[in-house]
T-cell receptor, first 115, second 113 residues
Framework: AQTVTQSQPEMSVQEAETVTLSCTYD???????LFWYKQPPSRQMILVIR??????QNATENRFSVNFQKAAKSFSLKISDSQLGDAAMYFC????????????FGKGTKLSVKP | NAGVTQTPKFQVLKTGQSMTLQCAQD?????MSWYRQDPGMGLRLIHY???????DQGEVPNGYNVSRSTTEDFPLRLLSAAPSQTSVYFC????????????FGQGTRLTVV
């Protein structure tokens, strides 16, 4: 069974600084996808970034980038130039390629941004 | 431009009452699912469906029923509400092609007293 672990229940960052959120996962599969979702106080789940396991290149989306270490089963999210609007819960999620949509989530990291 | 629509947004139930959480999507997604979110637990899969007439259990299915009579709708039924079902519920949908993004509804905060 696949598992996703987020070891940082809470993190804090100063506005304009950089922060890295950690995520590790456990799987015996080779075909899978990894996601970071953001959940602001509005409760809406918003996709931040997506990584295919077969791609060696790390995904980037504007100020958001990942460090995908397949051998170490690590998938960290880096937020550069942090903004007040980045304050939210962040969830790491795993999707097995043979699954038709069943996401496995970590427990989340609550990110605070200090002005 | 509706995406995934969940109703209601908030609900208070008494123990033993039944209710249905509604979920509809207008993106013609084959896959739909229900998750519950509890503090410190992340999101856990309750039930899912890969098409009309096809449903299956997820990680925490006890106390919940689902059906999928159309592509668009995937209601979640609580048969006899219990305080342990107090949670935030999310409906999600996606294409079943590998690795597709899941789109989420805005969630329903359910309190069972």
């Amino acid at each position: 069974a696949q598992t996703v672990t987020q070891s940082q229940p809470e993190m804090s960052v100063q506005e304009a600084e950089t922060v890295t959120l950690s995520c590790t996962y456990d799987t015996s599969e080779s075909d899978y996808y990894l996601f970071w979702y953001k959940q602001p106080p509005s409760r809406q789940m918003i996709l931040v970034i997506r990584q295919e396991a077969y791609k060696q290149q790390n995904a980037t989306e504007n100020r958001f980038s990942v460090n995908f270490q397949k051998a170490a089963k690590s998938f960290s999210l880096k937020i550069s130039d942090s903004q007040l609007g980045d304050a939210a819960m962040y969830f790491c999620a795993f999707l097995y390629g043979g699954s038709q949509g069943n996401l496995i989530f970590g427990k989340g990291t609550k990110l605070s941004v200090k002005p | 431009n509706a995406g995934v629509t969940q109703t209601p947004k908030f609900q208070v139930l008494k123990t033993g009452q039944s209710m249905t959480l509604q979920c509809a999507q207008d993106m013609n997604h084959e896959y739909m699912s229900w998750y519950r979110q509890d503090p410190g637990m992340g999101l856990r899969l309750i039930h899912y469906s890969v098409g009309a007439g096809i449903t299956d259990q997820g990680e925490v299915p006890n106390g919940y029923n689902v059906s999928r009579s159309t592509t668009e709708d995937f209601p979640l039924r609580l048969l006899s509400a219990a305080p342990s079902q107090t949670s935030v519920y999310f409906c999600a949908s996606s294409y079943t092609r590998q690795g597709n993004e899941a789109f989420f509804g805005q969630g329903t905060r359910l309190t069972v007293v």
